[in-house]
């Protein structure tokens, strides 16, 4: 049985940036928040891959393991073939798409955070980031909302956090108006103005 790891619930998120806004430095906070989203990331990675590659992180010991006679297995013990893989994703928010690079930056960056500050940047850049066309099959290098040329779609929030594309959308604009900087409540407003209970399409307000 794949066991995925979920979304991250709303109120765990606004508890951490409304004590960061009120000066307090909750570590242990922090270090909740970021290991449920690094929980996350991991298994959308492991999704992603899997089906795209067809290869698997072990979601029980992280080893690499390769599809095999349609069936993934593990020296750990793991084992599932690839039709329960396929079935065990569906309708989960759990394929990475044009938004796998971020994942794997926060994956590979929030491990080496030591401090508070650096754990929240982590975070913060991670459910503040966008799918952006293409990032798939080449390396992200800008995704500036400011930049005209970088194509955004939906908001990785809506991989990470729970609810629906809307309600996530509706939080993070929420979320914006206790935190310190000043782009934040104008940059979520121009999505929900493009909301349409599909595709979301963002572009900066500056």
Request: with cysteine; proline share 3%; aromatic share 10%.
């Amino acid at each position: 049985m794949i066991k995925w790891s979920k979304r991250v619930p709303q109120a765990l998120i606004a508890k951490l940036y409304n004590q960061s806004v009120s000066g307090i430095a909750d570590d242990e906070l922090a270090d909740e928040v970021g290991c449920a989203l690094f929980a996350r990331c991991e298994s959308i990675i492991s999704a992603t891959y899997g089906f795209e590659e067809k290869r698997m992180i072990c979601l029980y010991c992280g080893k690499d393991i390769p599809l095999v006679d349609q069936c993934f297995t593990c020296p750990c013990g793991f084992s599932a073939t690839w039709e329960t893989f396929r079935k065990s994703y569906k309708g989960k928010q759990l394929h990475a798409s044009n938004a796998l690079p971020v994942f794997l930056a926060f994956h590979k960056n929030f491990p080496k955070a030591k401090t508070y500050s650096e754990k929240l940047i982590c975070i913060d850049i991670l459910i503040h980031s966008f799918h952006v066309k293409m990032s798939y099959y080449r390396d992200l290098e800008d995704t500036d909302p400011a930049n005209e040329n970088v194509a955004l779609n939906r908001p990785t929030a809506a991989n990470l956090i729970e609810g629906s594309l809307k309600e996530v959308i509706l939080f993070l604009d929420d979320l914006s108006a206790i935190e310190e900087y000043s782009h934040g409540k104008r940059h979520w407003r121009s999505i929900i103005e493009r909301a349409n209970g599909g595709e979301v399409l963002a572009k900066r307000v500056v």
